[in-house]
């Protein structure tokens, strides 16, 4: 089972956890709903489409309201450091959460001592916390966009909004920031970077570049990383191997966001309704056929 | 130089200190206070002995400590701690890159973008960054106007939303 931690952008969301489903275009958990607009909202409904497709189990949701001050990140990270050794789940994916390093520490540490740990999946607000603390290598997937990716490749930043200028200067020459992020210990076993091409890559270099289909309107999209992150953890949560779920959720992701046929004013939930169609299409593409490249 | 230019460019160096905030909400409203009062403050990150993971700190002349405490109090802002700096300190970012769709032009400003329908100037879309009220920051200005939306200055208490304020801010001058 995957579970995914993170924030409703409402600050009387209480702090909640339950299995995940989707009831007219809202996320629902125990009763209580979120729009699918962007944010762990639209991961999760990402997540869900993906699970019922494979006929997996709903992802579980741990989610509290937070619009910025902390408060709700906060009380969720307590939540966690007491709870997750009763948890059973296969893959964990964190989210939209307060960037904070001591909290981040204690997390980790107790989902590290759980009788079997899951496979770890940062993204947003936890990865900047994951990095900042030095123990990126203990994730098995981080999924930065380009932006992102320089953060990591920055050694001295905490935070994207320090990312010194001639780091950023090279945002489009990925391979070199992703180079330069493993050699300074501050990327995960497996980095998917959402981009054009999207790059899946490890320590050993880059695994494969998705480049098709191309729907230049989706970098403007808020929520469109958001899905990628959702898709590749259902993928990974279902027991695929974690390069191989990133490869398919990146092509998952730009089908569906393709047959949305989007401009910059699309919202995100017109392309979550495309994910199942797409996902059946590249399972039956694979092996690879078209838009990815092994490098 | 003159004596009176190395004592000033001396006095640049050590005299300067920061005022750390309890979050970076509290760090807007103190910029935009001091701003308004005529004080030579900048928006900065903090040394890492203070960092905690979404920091800004104001870096302000040590000399006018009580002028500026005292400026801060009156508005019911008060910081957690005031330190000399000692160190260099963390740049925010200030480079922009935009990108023209025909009908929508979007800024990005480090991790975080904002697009807007030219004609209109209507938000359409507001995308990246990882600090959770960027999903706050889209549902309250996605879909109004430019210059009718809260501006990420007022609503945003994070990294992010100050680099959406600065997207925000370019867009502004751009449309």
Redesign the interface.
């Known amino acids: 089972m995957l579970a995914v931690v993170g924030t409703v952008p409402e600050p009387d969301f209480p702090l909640i956890t339950g299995k995940v489903v989707l009831v007219d275009g809202d996320v629902c958990i125990e009763g209580e709903r979120a729009p699918i607009n962007r944010g762990t909202p639209a991961l999760l409904a990402a997540a869900v489409k993906v699970c019922e497709a494979l006929g997996q189990p709903a992802p579980m949701g741990c989610l509290v309201g937070d619009t910025g001050l902390g408060k709700g990140s906060r009380r969720l990270y307590k939540y966690l450091t007491q709870e997750v050794g009763r948890w059973d789940v296969k893959a964990m994916a964190f989210h939209y959460l307060q960037p904070d390093v001591d909290w981040h520490n204690r997390v980790l540490f107790a989902v590290q001592d759980m009788a079997e740990p899951p496979l770890l999946i940062a993204d947003a607000g936890f990865m900047y916390a994951a990095k900042m603390s030095g123990l990126s290598c203990d994730y098995a997937l981080f999924t930065p966009d380009v932006g992102e990716l320089a953060f990591l490749a920055d050694e001295e930043a905490p935070h994207p909004f320090y990312t010194r200028g001639f780091i950023l200067h090279e945002d489009m020459k990925v391979p070199g920031l992703i180079e330069r992020a493993y050699a300074h210990q501050n990327a995960a076993a497996c980095l998917l970077v959402k981009g054009q091409p999207d790059y899946v890559a490890g320590r050993d270099g880059i695994h494969a570049a998705i480049d098709m289909p191309v729907a230049e309107a989706m970098e403007a999209i808020g929520g469109t990383g958001d899905t990628v992150t959702g898709i590749v953890a259902a993928l990974v949560a279902s027991g695929m191997d974690v390069r191989e779920a990133a490869v398919l959720a990146a092509r998952v992701n730009r089908l569906a966001g393709y047959a949305a046929r989007p401009t910059p004013a699309t919202q995100v939930m017109d392309i979550v309704a495309h994910i199942p169609a797409a996902l059946s299409q590249v399972l039956a593409d694979i092996p690879l056929s078209a838009g990815g490249r092994h490098g | 130089m003159s004596l009176l230019k190395l004592f000033k460019k001396k006095g640049d160096l050590q005299g300067r200190g920061i005022l750390v905030f309890e ?3 509290e760090v807007i409203r103190g910029e935009r206070v001091l701003q308004d009062a005529g004080w030579k403050i900048r928006v900065m ?1 903090p040394p ?1 002995e203070i ?5 800004l700190i104001i870096e302000f002349p040590l000399m006018e400590e009580l002028n500026i405490l005292r400026s801060l109090q009156g508005a019911g802002i008060e910081p957690l701690q005031v330190v000399p700096v000692n160190s260099p300190l ?6 922009f890159q935009t ?1 023209d ?1 025909g ?2 032009l ?1 800024v ?1 400003a ?2 975080m ?1 904002l ?1 807007v ?1 030219k004609t209109t100037h209507t938000v ?16 309250e200005m ?1 879909g109004k106007l430019l210059d009718e939306a809260p501006s990420p200055r007022e609503i ?8 959406l304020q600065l997207a925000y801010e370019e867009m502004t001058r751009r449309c």
């Open positions: 979050n970076t909400s990150g890492p960092r905690t993971g979404c920091d963390l740049q925010p970012v200030d480079i990108k769709f009908q929508h979007m990005r480090a991790n973008k697009t329908d359409v879309n507001i995308s990246g960054g990882g600090c959770p009220d960027v999903p706050y920051l889209a549902q996605v945003g208490h994070t990294l992010c939303g100050y680099a």
